[in-house]
Structures are given as structure tokens and as C-alpha cells.
């Protein structure tokens, strides 16, 4: 069974700009969940997607916002980068609302320069 | 908001030894909490979950217990091995989310 994949591995992008990342769930899972990880910190929680509807967002800006698609798939977009939005985006997924355990993919690391 | 509280964020023990991490959490309708491990450059994994009906649960060399009315749940390695050396994360979900702890970067020396 194949796990969480997560594209680009890299982002560098500078401030200002919009950056992009993806992830693909776990096949048959259809929660899809967003963290932030800034370096040597823990996991802020960003977004959490179910059946194609945003079920909640955490305490962050709305120039952090994404989608879910009808694989289930999800996109994170950051608009207006700031230098502090460097971080580790980790992607999870889950089997649905009523699954708690949660399975992450390898993350995208993003860079504003 | 929800807030979950870990201690130790470092914790340096010698190889065979055992190793304790404790959790608080403030959010009293949280009911499932689960411990991830993060080696250096890795995704978080999931080594052990408890759920709120649960007070310990064991899984070899890892237990977890949990006291609802405290509000505190604790990992315990038992005979620690170099590769257990990792950052922990506790966590508890509560409406709709999961709130993860700050962490606790296990060092085991052989």
C-alpha cells in the first residue's frame, strides 16, 4: 500500500510570491490534513479537508489556504510569502472523520528567501 | 484554545535505561491520543494511540497510560536502544483536530 506523497520535495521561492504544494492521501483515505513545521519547533495545524469541504483551519492567516479535489488529493496554497512561512508542510490523511489515526507523508520543505 | 503541554524537550538517558515523557492537555472533551516519532529529517510516524475509555495500553517496550481526570497522559520506553533516539510528539485531538506538544528529542547513549 503506498503512503502520503507529497510534491515538490523543495520550494524556494521569494518573498512575496505564491508557492503551491500537493499531497495525495493514502488510497481509500478521504481526510486530508495540513501542519506547519518551522524548524526545531512543533506541528501547527493549518487545514483540515474532508469529502472536498474545509471541516476546519487553525490560527493562521487567510493567505494560507487550499483545496480538496475528487481523488482527494489537496492542494495548500501561500499567498504573499513572508520570511517566516520557511517551515516543513507536512501532509496527513486519515480514513474520515470518524478515524483518528493519522498517516504523514515526507513533507515539503519550503524556503522564502 | 486547546493547548497540549510536553516535558521534558530533552531527555538523555543511557542505553538500556527507561524513558518517561509526560503530556498535559486542556481541552477535557479530548479522546484519543496518540505518540509519534520523528527521526532527524523523517516523517512523523505513529508508535502508540490510547483512546479515552483506555487508562494504559502496551505495545512491547512502549506503554502509554492516560488520567482523564488529570488530564495527563505519559510514554514509557522501557530497555532504550540508540535507535530510539528521535523527537517525540504527543498529541490530543479534540473538536475536529488534532494539537500536537512541543516535542521531546530523545537521545539514548550506548
Known amino acids: 500500500e503506498a503512503g502520503v506523497t507529497q510534491s515538490p520535495t523543495h520550494l524556494i521561492k521569494t518573498r512575496g510570491q505564491q508557492a503551491t504544494l500537493r499531497c495525495s492521501p493514502i488510497s481509500g483515505h478521504t481526510s486530508v490534513y495540513w501542519y506547519q513545521q518551522a524548524l526545531g519547533l512543533g506541528l501547527q495545524f493549518l487545514l483540515w479537508?474532508?469529502?472536498?469541504?474545509?471541516?476546519n483551519r487553525g490560527n493562521f492567516p487567510p493567505r494560507f489556504s487550499g483545496r480538496q479535489f475528487p481523488n482527494y488529493s489537496s492542494e495548500l496554497n501561500v499567498n504573499a510569502l513572508e520570511l517566516e512561512d520557511s517551515a516543513l508542510y507536512l501532509c496527513?490523511?486519515?480514513?474520515?472523520?470518524?478515524?483518528?489515526?493519522?498517516?504523514f507523508g515526507p513533507g515539503t520543505r519550503l524556503t522564502v528567501l | 484554545g486547546e493547548n497540549v503541554e510536553q516535558h521534558p524537550s530533552t531527555l538523555s538517558v543511557q542505553e538500556g535505561d527507561s524513558a518517561v515523557i509526560k503530556c498535559t492537555y486542556s481541552d477535557s472533551a479530548s479522546n484519543y491520543f496518540p505518540w509519534y516519532k520523528q527521526e532527524l529529517g523523517k516523517r512523523p510516524q505513529l508508535i502508540i494511540d490510547?483512546?479515552?475509555?483506555?487508562g494504559e495500553k502496551k505495545d512491547q517496550r512502549i506503554a502509554v497510560t492516560l488520567n482523564k481526570t488529570a488530564k495527563h497522559f505519559s510514554l514509557h520506553i522501557t530497555e532504550t536502544q540508540p535507535e530510539d533516539s528521535a523527537v517525540y510528539f504527543c498529541?490530543?485531538?479534540?473538536?475536529?483536530?488534532?494539537?500536537f506538544g512541543t516535542g521531546t528529542r530523545l537521545l539514548v547513549s550506548p
Open positions: 490510547i483512546r479515552s475509555n483506555v
Open positions: 479537508y474532508d469529502e472536498g469541504e474545509e471541516r
Open positions: 496527513a490523511s486519515s480514513a474520515g472523520v470518524s478515524y483518528n489515526e493519522q498517516f
Open positions: 498529541a490530543a485531538r479534540g473538536f475536529q483536530k488534532l494539537v
